[in-house]
């Protein structure tokens, strides 16, 4: 692999910083956000593109405007809801999702490190997680790491590492729609959402799984091809489960029916419980191609990204 430069510029308001290599801006980190309260203000990756400069991401769309495309949050720690949108309560009237007072928000504390190298940029960030009652309840370590651009073969890759410490006075119970209730829709942790013109896109996962099939599934690695709106050709976003410290194994939230999605949930089907003092550890990529590929040229990949 022959590997490109990156750049990092951050913005004079001091609210983002842009990743570009080959000429592109490939990914926008808003760090300190103008969001509403019931969207969970929180960073956010976005816009995200190809090396070519193709979209892959999207921003607030009209079904969910608190999902903007890749970001680390949780949909139930402790009654709270980090994820943004209604909060899914069992039993309750309709689909189960009910409007309350009870958004959390992630505010940026620093960059504790910032490298830029030839051919990486990698950025530290502390963050406090506070609940709706105004408490410091997670202390958040983020590393966010740009690397492996090739314009020979289009690509590359973002590695996203969290440690998530309890910092409130009693275990936080960090779970989902699942553990609440709701079957097959165990998102949570890092969640990307891509284009809408990657509605009903392949998606394509380890251990040969393919479409719908992919959801609540256990492998090291998910993606989805797609078409692009606007110019010609497609684009593959691939996602690599990476590790967790928590007990509950990393779970596959993917699909592309109704929207294109790729979660590798931490809380899945079963609730984690962290006790005061204690730390969450995830780190997980996702890697960016210039083309649309099909399972026998995306395993090798897959493996070569592998974590």
């Known amino acids: 692999m022959s590997e490109t430069p990156f750049r990092l510029e951050h913005d004079d308001a001091g609210t983002q910083f842009v990743v570009s290599a ?57 009654g709270d809801n980090f994820w943004g949108g209604p909060t899914f309560q ?8 009910v409007w309350r007072e009870n958004h959390g928000r992630q505010v940026h504390r620093a960059f504790d490190r910032q490298d830029a190298g030839d051919n990486e940029v990698s950025v530290v960030q502390g963050l406090d997680w506070i609940a709706s009652s105004g408490e410091t309840w997670i202390d958040e370590s983020r590393t966010l790491r740009f690397h492996s651009a090739d314009t020979a073969e289009g690509v590359w890759a973002l590695d996203f590492t969290a440690a998530l ?29 891509g284009p809408r013109a990657w509605t009903g896109a392949d998606v394509i996962a380890d251990g040969g799984h393919e479409g719908d099939a ?15 709106d606007e110019i010609d050709g ?18 596959w939230f993917a699909r592309s029916s109704a929207f294109a999605c790729l979660n590798p949930s931490p809380a899945f089907d079963t609730e984690i419980e962290l006790e ?32």
């Not at 509403?36 to 816009?47: D, Q």
């Not at 069992?90 to 999702?97: E, L, R």
């Not at 410490?165 to 959402?193: K, Q």
């Not at 090291?220 to 797609?226: D, K, M, P, Q, S």
């Open 22 to 78: 080959a000429g592109t801006d490939l990914a926008t980190y808003v760090y300190r956000p103008d969001t509403p309260l019931e969207e969970s203000p929180k960073p956010y990756v976005y816009p995200l593109k190809t090396l070519s400069g193709a979209s892959v991401g999207v921003y607030r769309p009209w079904d969910h405007r608190w999902h903007k495309g890749l970001q680390m949050t949780w949909s139930h720690l402790s």
């Open 90 to 97: 069992q039993g309750a009237p309709g689909h189960g999702y």
């Open 165 to 193: 410490t309890n910092v409130h006075h009693e275990p936080l119970r960090m779970g989902s729609p699942t553990t609440h209730g709701r079957p097959d829709a165990g998102y949570t942790g890092l969640f990307w959402r």
């Open 214 to 228: 992919v959801m609540g599934t256990r492998g090291a690695w998910a993606a989805i091809t797609g078409e692009h």
């Open 234 to 251: 497609g684009a593959t976003v691939l996602a690599c489960a990476g590790t967790t410290s928590g007990a509950a194994p990393l779970t």
């Open 276 to 307: 005061p003092g204690e730390s969450l550890h995830l780190t997980h990529r996702f890697v960016f191609l210039d083309r649309r590929v099909d399972r026998h040229e995306l395993e090798p990949i897959a493996r070569r990204f592998a974590l």
